[in-house]
């Protein structure tokens, strides 16, 4: 079992930047895949970015690639999610979620342990 915790999120005018992070215990740190998901009003959750418990693959979803940079931070047991240069329709609660092994994936069903998210609001 993996247990996470979201923090981070806030109000950010368009161009700004936010830094989301994820508190993670319970299961050994490097055997689970770490993944970002974000939900906005009225859609569906969509993928952000993941990646492995080994930290040496990294996926991301096309519209934050160069934007946005997914990390693993060993000594905290986190995984965090640096946003910048945001855009209003970044506006979403994001979701961190762990995969049950190491191998990253970008589906949502990949992904068995969820955070109960974090409010990201961007404003022009």
């Known amino acids: 079992q993996v247990q996470l915790v979201e923090s981070g999120g806030g109000l950010v005018q368009a161009g700004g930047s936010l830094r989301l992070s994820c508190a993670t215990s319970g299961r050994t740190w490097d055997t689970y895949a770490l993944g970002w998901f974000r939900q906005a009003p009225g859609k569906e959750r969509e993928f952000v970015a993941s990646?492995?418990?080994?930290?040496?693959?990294?996926y991301y979803e096309d519209s934050v690639k160069g934007r946005f940079t997914i990390s693993r931070d060993n000594s905290k047991r986190a995984v965090n999610l640096q946003m910048s240069r945001l855009k209003p329709e970044d506006t979403a609660v994001y979701y961190c979620?762990?995969?049950?092994?190491?191998?990253?994936?970008?589906?949502?069903?990949?992904?068995?342990?969820w955070g109960q998210g974090t409010q990201v609001t961007v404003y022009s």
């Open positions: 990646v492995s418990g080994s930290d040496t693959t990294i």
């Open positions: 979620a762990a995969r049950d092994g190491p191998v990253a994936r970008m589906g949502e069903s990949a992904y068995l342990y």
